[in-house]
């Protein structure tokens, strides 16, 4: 079992700059491949970012390339997602999710694929 703690969330102006974190603990944190995830009002759920265990393998939404950086810290069980440039359509309630896996490379952006996963946070990002 894998506990998902999302913190990081708010208000802010568009063109602003938040920084989400998620803390897990329980099974072993490098054992997991960690993505992000986000839910606007509805709509459904939608991929945004993922990290693949150790090697640092990234991969981004479309819509999110460019404006947000996920990383991680093996030491501390915690992902990041940096978000710049942020837009009113990036507006919605911000989920992360772990992925086991035994492959350093593996990451993936479908939600099916993910075990475990935090109780979100909220961004709103004002016009």
């Known amino acids: 079992q894998v506990q998902l703690v999302e913190s990081g969330g708010g208000l802010v102006q568009a063109g602003g700059s938040l920084r989400l974190s998620c803390a897990a603990s329980?099974?072993?944190?490098?054992?997991?491949?960690m993505g992000w995830f986000r839910q606007a009002p509805g709509k459904e759920r939608e991929f945004v970012s993922a990290?693949?265990?150790?090697?640092?393998?990234?991969y981004y939404a479309d819509s999110v390339k460019g404006r947000f950086t996920i990383s991680r810290d093996n030491a501390k069980n915690t992902v990041y997602l940096q978000m710049n440039s942020l837009k009113p359509e990036d507006t919605a309630v911000y989920y992360c999710?772990?992925?086991?896996?035994?492959?350093?490379?593996?990451?993936?952006?479908?939600?099916?694929?993910?075990?475990?996963w935090g109780q979100g946070t909220q961004v709103t990002v004002s016009s």
């Open positions: 999710a772990a992925q086991y896996t035994s492959s350093n490379w593996r990451i993936s952006g479908r939600i099916y694929e993910y075990d475990y």
């Open positions: 329980g099974r072993t944190f490098s054992s997991y491949a």
């Open positions: 990290i693949s265990l150790t090697v640092g393998n990234t």
